[in-house]
């Protein structure tokens, strides 16, 4: 499949340069996205010069280069501002920086220089900058934001107060290429953010409390923001403050209404009849199931589990006991959720051959997590009666606690 590149002036004299990476199977060689995912980088083009805000990835860094070149010489880029070091925004950047003969200076916080130098075996001249820091490139003024954690320590945001515009980077940005540009059209947002609560389940999860820390800082700025600019996903320019607030909700766990999360592991399905019964019970007292499945025909990605573990209000988990351990997807997944996924309430199933072992270790790691475990229920096999009733009642205890 053929990579669309997008490069649109959004304003006069600000480009959106922008790349729909269709290639891309594994988000970060991890994450299944058949949504795919896009790079957006932005151009500033002023007097005495032109300004690039991050990049591509590096297969697409010769993409860039011709897209640039439709608006200016490359030799004209006077400063590329690399807001974070992570690959799929920095990867274009040696090419680029040959194309423009290495005359551009790369402003980046004090960490990002040795990551690019390390990444790239390149040696630019460097503008390291401070937050708070106000440069003025092109003919505009740019105040630097510095937001470590978003998504690594080194990360920073550009505001152009003459512009309101806010480049972000990795925050406030999501999987998926909309088929739109901004977020002016209702139903484009609606159909884009089940992407961005995957992206930051996926990416951002395990540095959630940075997303609060972060927005609480931009709102004691008191920036106008007339646009908010993200590295991934779409522009926002009709409601900046919606993507603000979505971005908060999951960091902060709000639960998107009555949803349980229900995940099974199960080799020969045993166990799985259990877990059916506990998300029937679900239903049954006004709960809304999303039940995923591990067993002989079926293997959900771990990056749509977790989308849906940030904003459901509890999770059950139904493990097997493997090799005196967790069924392995199991362990795995409950590894993942206790780093990416804000606490909640779970009950936690686990059966056992010979000598049980699956939902003790389940529910130590998510106790020492901070989960709330509110039941946990073992048997040999497949579930008694006397189970059944107890899974029953987990789910109603459950339910209540969340
Ligand atoms: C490869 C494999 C490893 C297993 N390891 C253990 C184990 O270490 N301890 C145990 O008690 N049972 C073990 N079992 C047995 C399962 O936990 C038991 O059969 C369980 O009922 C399987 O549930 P299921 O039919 O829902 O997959 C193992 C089974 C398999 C196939
Ligand atoms: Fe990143
Ligand atoms: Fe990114």
Redesign the pocket.
């Known amino acids: 499949m053929a990579s669309r590149v997008l490069s649109q002036e959004i304003e006069p004299g600000f480009h959106l340069l922008r790349v729909d990476d269709v290639d891309v199977e594994y988000f970060e060689g991890i994450w299944s996205i058949p949504e795919k995912v896009t790079y957006n980088a932005y151009l500033l083009v002023g007097d005495g010069g032109a300004v690039l805000f991050d990049g591509w990835k590096g297969i697409y860094a010769d993409d860039l280069i011709e897209v640039i070149r439709g608006i200016v010489d490359l030799k004209d880029i006077t400063h590329v501002i690399v807001h974070h070091a992570e690959p799929d925004h920095s990867g274009s950047l040696s090419k680029v920086l040959e194309a423009n003969g290495f005359r551009a200076e790369v402003v980046a916080h004090p960490m990002a220089k040795p990551m690019i130098e390390a990444f790239y075996r390149i040696a630019p001249r460097f503008r390291l900058v401070k937050d708070g820091e106000e440069l003025a490139l092109a003919g505009e003024k740019i105040k630097i934001i510095y937001t470590p954690w978003l998504h690594w320590p080194e990360t920073i945001m550009s505001y152009l107060p003459d512009r309101r515009a806010l480049i972000t980077c990795d925050a406030f940005g999501g999987y998926s290429t909309p088929r739109a540009i901004f977020d002016d059209d209702e139903g484009v947002v609606k159909e884009y953010l089940p992407s961005v609560r995957k992206y930051v389940a996926n990416i951002i999860g395990f540095y959630r409390q940075h997303i609060t820390r972060n927005i609480e800082k931009i709102q004691s700025l008191n920036l106008s923001i007339g646009i908010l600019a993200p590295a991934h996903g779409l522009i926002w320019r009709r409601n900046p403050q919606l993507i603000i607030d979505y971005y908060r909700s999951l960091a902060e766990g709000r639960p998107d209404g009555n949803k349980i999360l229900i995940i099974s592991g199960?080799?020969?399905?045993?166990?799985?009849k259990a877990a059916a019964i506990a998300a029937d019970e679900v239903e049954r007292l006004g709960g809304r199931a999303i039940f995923y499945r591990f067993n002989d025909s079926s293997q959900p990605p771990f990056s749509e589990i977790l989308s849906d573990a940030m904003d459901s209000r509890a999770i059950i988990i139904a493990a097997?006991?493997?090799?005196?351990?967790v069924?392995p997807p199991l362990e795995h997944l409950v590894d993942l959720i206790s780093r990416k996924i804000p606490q909640k309430p779970v009950l936690v199933i686990g059966?056992?051959?010979?000598?049980?072992?699956?939902a003790r270790k389940i529910s130590e790691k998510l106790a020492s997590a901070g989960f709330k475990i509110i039941d946990k229920i073992e048997f040999?096999?497949?579930a008694s009666e006397e189970d059944i009733r107890r899974i029953r009642e987990g789910v109603k205890m459950l339910l209540e606690s969340s």
């Open positions: 199960s080799m020969y399905r045993l166990l799985e097997t006991t493997y090799e005196a351990g069924y059966s056992y051959g010979w000598g049980p072992a699956a040999q096999g497949s």
